[in-house]
């Protein structure tokens, strides 16, 4: 085994540049809807889902070949153990926001964690590529987070209040209830189609508050939880404690987060009302 920590962060930023390349040949909407089976976490899944797996599989197995041991665990291929396997865990959705994706709607990303055993407590880097606008946030668990190598902190504009609201799982019946719940307290409400991007713009401000109308897999969240925390924001799932939160493809939660404490018990108040609807 490698005596060298292994380097996530220059494998991550490769397989992003990798990923671009796919989403470059792949322009249009019908070539970007061809379909190719269902993959692990249970959803359909794209061609272009497959390629930017590829990817992201090709940095992982160059890793592995430097001597380093861990479990991948990634939507499409489920969980993949690397050299015997350790209680590293690297949390993996090759594209999040895939129907934004394949209608070339310019927001989705590439999002991973890694973590040093099997729950959201134990992540300790988040990775968040958005091919939209090309911004990459980080984070590391006690360094804070980054957005484009600046520190960033989760506060929005003071005395606005809960003035934007970021709604994700984003079909009418699920979110209505929601809306509904949020009438009179936030001022705005953006869906913007993945959940990643969603929580990391809570992470920089730039939203007081999100939440998911339905609930979401690891995959989806594992990244921007850590983000979202280590900018001073809240993050709940489902009201579990993060260490009861696992990080399998199995595990499903609502994802709550917020840039306090009080807008956090605002949209947790609206989830409420959407789960008894």
């Known amino acids: 085994m490698s005596s060298q920590p292994p380097d996530w962060l220059g494998a991550f930023r490769r397989a ?14 019908r070539g970007r809807t061809v379909y190719d089976g269902i993959g692990e976490g249970g959803d359909a899944t794209l061609i272009i889902d497959h390629r930017c797996e590829d990817a992201v599989f090709e940095e992982l197995e160059q890793l592995a070949e430097d001597g380093h041991a861990f479990v991948a665990i990634s939507e499409e291929r489920g ?11 690297v949390v993996i959705d090759p594209i999040d926001g895939s129907m934004n994706a394949r209608r070339t709607i310019p927001t989705h990303c590439f999002c991973v964690a890694v973590a040093s055993g099997p729950s959201m407590a134990d992540v300790e880097l988040g990775f968040v ?3 939209g606008t090309g911004e990459e946030f980080v984070a590391r668990a006690g360094a804070g987070a980054e957005l484009n190598g600046q ?13 934007v609201v ?11 209830p929601i809306v509904d719940g949020l009438h009179g307290k936030a001022h705005r409400v953006r869906v913007i189609g993945t959940i990643a991007v969603t929580m990391a713009y809570v992470a ?4 007081d508050a999100m939440m998911t109308a339905r609930p979401c897999r690891s995959v989806d969240a594992a990244a921007s939880q850590l983000i979202v925390r280590e900018a001073g924001g809240v993050v709940t799932f489902e009201g579990h404690e993060l260490h009861e939160a696992p990080l399998d493809l199995d595990a499903r939660y609502r994802v709550a987060a917020a840039t306090e404490r009080a807008f956090l018990d605002t949209v947790l108040d609206a989830q409420g009302t959407q789960a008894d609807g």
């Open 166 to 176: 970021g709604l994700e799982s984003g079909k009418p019946e699920w979110i209505s």
């Open 151 to 163: 520190r960033i902190r989760a506060a929005g504009p003071e005395g606005h209040g809960l003035e």
């Open 204 to 207: 920089c401000g730039r939203l």
């Open 16 to 29: 992003a540049e990798a990923q671009r390349e796919v989403f470059g040949e792949v322009t249009g909407i």
């Open 129 to 131: 590529h958005d091919f």
């Open 79 to 89: 969980e993949v153990t690397f050299n015997g396997g350790s209680e590293t865990h």
